[in-house]
């Protein structure tokens, strides 16, 4: 009875010592790097515009998740990436787009993140006729996928020049 009251203190003590090493383990594994998370959606959001400037609808709408919802100013939201990828091609297919963006903050909480800023710039008919310019105050909020990316999730804008009207000719 002896040696079992002196070997169970130094299983305990093994058993401390290993539990204590595994949650250093976990705690190591599960560290998020915000400050190249920040980096990732900085740069998303520049290529993200560059694709609306560009009118390439397809490489604008992979930023988004497929069941993303799109929230334009006075409008139904849009959800899917299906029911953007029409006003998105009617948009493109009418008008030539000049976009300036600013990004105002981002911040990133576990696996979930949002961008905040604005964006000035001129839609001009290719038909011909009068440009319009817009500005746009912005929130995306993206989520963090399996593979490390992120993608878009909601989007909301709040100018009714930019694609408001595009909506209501159809």
């Keep these: 009875m002896k040696k079992l009251f002196m070997v169970l203190p130094l299983v305990f003590l093994l058993c401390f010592t290993f539990s204590c090493q595994k949650a250093e383990e ?3 594994e599960s560290v998020v790097d915000v400050e190249a998370d920040v980096e990732a959606l900085k740069k998303i959001e520049e290529e993200w515009g560059a ?6 609808v397809e490489k604008f709408l992979s930023f988004y ?4 919802v799109n929230i334009q100013f006075n409008e139904p939201p849009l959800i899917g990436k ?11 297919d009418q008008f030539t ?3 300036d963006g ?20 001129v839609r001009t008919p290719k ?44």
């Design 26 to 28: 976990v705690a190591e």
């Design 51 to 56: 694709a609306f400037a560009s009118g390439d």
């Design 65 to 68: 998740t497929d069941d993303a």
């Design 82 to 92: 299906e029911a953007n990828r029409g006003i998105l091609q009617q948009l493109f």
């Design 97 to 99: 787009m000049e976009v």
């Design 102 to 121: 600013t990004l105002e903050d981002v911040q990133v909480s576990c696996d979930l993140a949002f961008t905040r800023g604005t964006n000035t710039g």
């Design 127 to 170: 038909a011909g006729g009068e440009s319009i310019k817009f500005k746009t105050n912005w929130v995306t909020i993206y989520r963090k996928q399996s593979d490390g990316t992120w993608k878009c999730i909601c989007n909301t804008l709040s100018d009714e020049n930019l694609i408001s009207p595009i909506q209501s000719e159809e």
